[in-house]
């Protein structure tokens, strides 16, 4: 009889930044995925605050809903923002 393999399938933890932190988006892991206006934006200042999660499917994981410091509402991937 074959050996049955198991894989965990179970997402890896994470430490996601918590609601109201304030961050700082890294530009240089956005700038292949946003539009122009957002690099001109994150390039004036790269700061707000995290103000919810969002589910992600492409990447997996969870991503951060950011609040800038100008009101616009963006969401980054975890390792994309510190």
Known sequence: MPEIKYFNSMAKPTSLSRIGSKIKINIER?????????????SED?????????????????????KMNNGSKHWFFEDEVS
């Open 46 to 66: 790269p700061r707000g605050t995290v103000i919810d999660y969002k589910m992600t499917d492409g990447r997996g994981g969870i991503g951060v809903v950011i």
């Open 30 to 42: 956005v700038r292949d995925r946003i539009p122009s206006y957002l690099i001109d934006q994150l």
